[in-house]
Antibody
Framework: QVQLQQSGPGLLKPSQTLSLNCAISGDSVSSNSASWNWIRQSPSRGLEWLGRTYYRSKWYNDYAVSVKSRMTINPDTSKNQFSLQLNSVTPEDTAIYYC????????????WGQGTLVTVSS | DIQMTQSPSSLSASVGDSVTITCRTS??????LNWYQQKPGKAPKLLIF???RLQSGVPSRFSGSESGTDFTLTISSLQPEDFATYYC?????????FGPGTKVDIK
């Protein structure tokens, strides 16, 4: 059974950098049949897929256009986890952030982290 | 990006009712459409993947179908635990996109 455990701060000031980690158990971040995603949810934007990292003989990343210039997703094979870094946050980035495992083939997201409420406020 | 519309945005129903929720995509996504149920304070839960395949452990009263760019989630006999918000997700191409959701509440 795959489990994802998120960690990271929940309160930021505008212009700061958001950093979240997602620790994986029951699977490997280097799996050739999984992808590792970040998704957020807010009342104004609903559920929004932010990006993913995955390994298929080499590492790949995809990002949503809305955050591409500010976001980095990195795998950490030594700790079997992956991370999200979002630079120059604004109040618009206030949301619940989820990490989630995607499958190969139909790419659907199945296992989810517990969610982290991130608030950006001065 | 592929745009997702979902209808209705909300509905009221009684236990035992049959409920249908529709998701329409702005272009063909083949069968790369997935349905989720979300309850307050919880992460979304996968119900249906690949348009019509029931996720293991999900009751058989949930079913999915597709017709072109229209996808349907049907709950055949609504149970008390089914009152929640339902979302579709296209996973055909990045950026993956969610529908705006349908809230199902008790009449």
């Amino acid at each position: 059974q795959v489990q994802l455990q998120q960690s990271g701060p929940g309160l930021l000031k505008p212009s700061q950098t958001l950093s979240l980690n997602c620790a994986i158990s029951g699977d490997s971040v280097s799996s050739n049949s999984a992808s590792w995603n970040w998704i957020r949810q807010s009342p104004s934007r609903g559920l929004e897929w932010l990006g993913r990292t995955y390994y298929r003989s080499k590492w790949y990343n995809d990002y949503a256009v809305s955050v591409k210039s500010r976001m980095t997703i990195n795998p950490d094979t030594s700790k079997n986890q992956f991370s999200l870094q979002l630079n120059s946050v604004t109040p618009e980035d206030t949301a619940i952030y989820y990490c989630a495992r995607g499958t190969d083939g139909y790419n659907y997201v199945h296992y989810w982290g517990q969610g982290t409420l991130v608030t950006v406020s001065s | 990006d592929i745009q997702m519309t979902q209808s209705p945005s909300s509905l009221s129903a009684s236990v035992g009712d049959s409920v249908t929720i529709t998701c329409r995509t702005s272009q063909s996504i083949k069968s790369y459409l997935n349905w989720y149920q979300q309850k307050p304070g919880k992460a979304p839960k996968l119900l249906i993947f690949a348009a019509s395949r029931l996720q293991s452990g999900v009751p058989s009263r949930f079913s999915g179908s597709e017709s072109g760019t229209d996808f349907t989630l049907t709950i055949s006999s609504l149970q008390p635990e089914d009152f929640a918000t339902y979302y579709c997700l296209q996973s055909f191409t990045t950026p993956f996109t969610f529908g705006p959701g349908t809230k199902v509440d008790i009449k």
